[in-house]
């Protein structure tokens, strides 16, 4: 089993890796009178990693609710 881990480690990888190599071309984003010009990769990645620290918050948060609405007393 430890080979197989290994392996998908190897292949999530190598698949990270070719998305970086294929995405070289730049974006701007604009908000108000700033922009900020980056490769599609390293845009793609901070969303993702924005992604999860705001969905992690928003289940903490809802996790909060909905222990002070069952809360007794």
Known sequence: MKY???ALI???TAIVLLFKVQNFNTATISLFNMS???PMW???AGIYV???FTGAALVSLL???YAGATRRG
């Open 4 to 6: 197989v881990y290994i």
């Open 36 to 38: 900020l010009t980056l």
């Open 50 to 52: 924005l992604g999860m």
């Open 10 to 12: 190897v292949v999530f």
């Open 63 to 65: 996790k909060g609710w």
């Open 42 to 44: 390293l845009l793609a």
